[in-house]
C-alpha cells in the first residue's frame, strides 16, 4: 500500500511569505501529526489532527497552523516566515489512538526560508 | 516530563561488525513503548524495532535487537552483521501516552565503513 506522501519534497521561501505544506497519510489512518527537524532543536512536535480535530498541539508560535480534512488528508501552513522556520518538516500517520504501534513518517518537506 | 536521550552523537564501525546504540529515557508511567526510528539519507523515519515495557523479552527483528532495562530506563539498540545501508541516523523515540505524540532524542549518526 502506500505510504505518506509529503509534498513538496524542497521548498524555497522568502522571509515574511506563508507556506502550505501537505501531508497524504497511508490509507485508513486517521491520524496525522508533523514535527520539526533542525539540526539544533532535533525533531519537535508541532501538533497532530484525527477526524479533522487537532487533539494536541506542541510549543510552536501561532504563525504556524494546521488542518486535517474528511480524507485524512493535513496541511499545515506557515505565516510570516522567518529565517528560523527553515527545517524539514516531517508528516507522520497512525490508525489514532494506537499510537503505540508506531507511526509511518514521510519523506518530510524541506524548508528553506531566504 | 518525559525525556529520552541518546548520548553518542557519532559512531563508526566497519562492515559486519556488531555495533550498541544507547538510549536512556526518563518517565513516571509504568506501561509505555519505545522505538528505535532509522533515517537514511533519503530522509524518512523507518520503525526499526518496538519494544512494549511489560514485557520482560527484549525485542528482536532480524539484525536488529535492543537490551532494554527497565529499571534503569535503558533502551540500547543492536546491530549485528552491520551492513553499508545500515548507514543513517538512529532516533530513539518515546510515545507519549495520550499525547498522540511522539519525543525523540537527539540522534546518533551511525556510518557503516566498507
Known amino acids: 500500500k502506500a505510504g505518506v506522501t509529503q509534498t513538496p519534497r524542497y521548498l524555497i521561501k522568502t522571509r515574511g511569505q506563508q507556506v502550505t505544506l501537505s501531508c497524504s497519510p497511508i490509507?485508513?489512518?486517521?491520524?496525522v501529526s508533523w514535527y520539526q527537524q533542525t539540526p539544533g532543536q532535533g525533531l519537535q512536535f508541532l501538533f497532530e489532527?484525527?477526524?479533522?480535530?487537532?487533539?494536541n498541539k506542541g510549543n510552536f508560535p501561532g504563525r504556524f497552523s494546521g488542518r486535517q480534512f474528511s480524507n485524512s488528508r493535513s496541511e499545515m501552513n506557515v505565516s510570516t516566515l522567518e529565517l528560523g522556520d527553515s527545517a524539514l518538516y516531517l508528516c507522520?500517520?497512525?490508525?489514532?489512538?494506537?499510537?503505540?504501534?508506531?507511526?509511518?513518517f514521510g519523506s518530510g518537506t524541506r524548508l528553506t526560508v531566504v | 516530563a518525559q525525556t529520552v536521550t541518546q548520548s553518542q552523537p557519532e559512531m563508526s564501525v566497519q562492515e559486519a561488525e556488531t555495533v550498541t546504540l544507547s538510549c536512556t529515557y526518563d518517565?513516571?508511567?509504568?506501561?509505555?513503548?519505545l522505538f528505535w526510528y532509522k533515517q537514511p539519507p533519503s530522509r524518512q523515519m523507518i520503525l526499526v524495532i518496538r519494544?512494549?515495557?511489560?514485557?520482560?523479552q527484549n525485542a528482536t527483528e532480524n539484525r536488529f535487537s535492543v537490551n532494554f532495562q527497565k529499571a534503569a530506563k535503558s533502551f540500547s539498540l543492536k546491530i549485528s552483521d552491520s551492513q553499508l545501508g545500515d548507514t543513517a541516523m538512529y532516533f530513539c523515540?518515546?510515545?507519549?501516552?495520550?499525547?498522540?505524540?511522539?519525543?525523540f532524542g537527539q540522534g546518533t549518526r551511525l556510518t557503516i565503513n566498507p
Open positions: 507522520a500517520s497512525s490508525l489514532g489512538g494506537t499510537e503505540n504501534y508506531g507511526y509511518t
Open positions: 519494544q512494549e515495557a511489560y514485557k520482560q
Open positions: 523515540a518515546f510515545p507519549i501516552q495520550g499525547a498522540q505524540k511522539l519525543v
Open positions: 490509507s485508513g489512518h486517521r491520524s
Open positions: 518517565t513516571s508511567e509504568n506501561n509505555y513503548y
Open positions: 489532527y484525527f477526524s479533522e480535530t487537532q487533539r
